[in-house]
């Protein structure tokens, strides 16, 4: 057979919503619609003909909410203000449509109000996030993460993080190499924080006495070795007690939780871009077993490490 057959289009619905973020609308538009190898095509609708933007200009909807009952995939941009009620036609197209729902930002709270969000994990932006948890009781909001995969059900954090959130989704689709492409196009990184980190630091003003960031560069490093409290604290030249204290105030978890954190984050990479065994990555990441690494793998990623490397691979995407 002569050529190459290209694959059918996935086919993204971006539901502009009126005073819609113009950063949230345009980060689907250029992760999935602008590049000749991302096998998606990106249609933006919305219920009037043109939509007033948060930056006072506007946009035109090239299709209406019939779209969302074509869509592979529908991605509600956030929109302002947040907690205004929803015109129903939007929230019947919502609720009605079979594709996957993404949000990002404040686009949770029109998921939420669709009842797309019950009894499911999400996040929205920080600021924003207590709202959505009182607004919608049934949503478990989770202030505290970039992105959250559950399933066909996707939420992002603020702005931004639709970045992290798409780039997700293009490598969860068709894997880590496509995604790193993409991401190299579009001047980012892959994964944000080192790696595959999905928990951003709270915003917190500076410490008086001076930022950990170097003693955190310096635990990275380290992630092999049975770093402690008293390790990290002595590094930083405090108290243990002054160590954890400050550390939370700047990260917004403890010192354990972090340590963790990045240790997964670090046998992502591993499983990802190399060929070493499960017990090699488990010594080389700090968590001594291999039985230990699949346990807290499991926690954080939902996923088996092996399952996590057949899905991920670098090497198996090319």
């Known amino acids: 057979m002569s050529g190459t057959i290209r694959p059918m289009l996935h086919e993204v619905a971006v539901l502009a919503l009126e005073a819609v973020v ?19 095509r990106v249609t933006v609708c919305a219920a009037t003909p043109t939509v007033r933007t948060t930056a006072g200009f506007t946009v035109i909807g090239e299709a209406g909410l019939e779209a969302l009952a074509r869509a592979d995939t529908v991605i509600v941009p956030g929109f302002s203000p947040h907690l205004r009620a929803l015109e129903p036609s939007v929230l019947d197209a919502l609720r009605s449509a079979p594709g996957r729902m ?10 939420a109000a669709a009842g797309r969000l019950d009894g499911r994990r999400a996040t929205t932006h920080w600021r924003d996030a207590a709202d959505l948890a009182a607004r919608h009781p049934r949503v478990e909001v989770e202030p505290d993460v970039l992105y959250i995969d559950d399933g066909d059900v996707l939420t992002s954090a603020g702005v931004a993080a639709g970045l992290d959130l798409c780039l997700h989704i293009l490598r969860r689709d068709h894997g880590a190499a496509l995604a790193a492409s993409i991401a190299r196009r579009i001047v980012v990184p892959p994964h944000r924080d080192g790696g595959q980190a999905q928990y951003v630091e709270q915003p917190v003003p500076k410490h008086p006495g001076g930022s950990l960031a170097s003693t955190r560069a310096w635990a990275l490093g380290r992630l092999h070795e049975p770093l ?11 108290s243990e007690r002054t160590f954890a204290r400050r550390f939370h105030a700047e990260t917004g978890t403890s010192v354990l939780s972090w340590l963790l954190a990045r240790r997964v984050d670090a046998a ?4 990802e871009t190399t060929s070493a065994s499960i017990d090699d990555i488990a010594a080389e990441c700090g968590f001594g077993t291999a039985a ?20 991920f691979s670098r090497a198996t995407a090319a």
Do not use: M, W
Not at 292 to 311: D, Q, S
């Open 228 to 238: 402690t409290v008293r390790a990290l604290a002595a590094h930083a030249h405090v």
């Open 268 to 271: 992502r990479s591993a499983l």
């Open 22 to 40: 113009p950063l949230d609308l345009a980060i689907p538009a250029q992760v999935f619609g602008n590049y000749e190898e991302v096998p998606y």
């Open 102 to 111: 993404v949000s990002i930002c404040t686009g949770a709270f029109a998921l």
């Open 292 to 311: 230990n690494l699949r346990k807290h793998f499991r926690r954080h990623v939902h996923v088996t490490p092996t399952a996590y490397r057949r899905a």
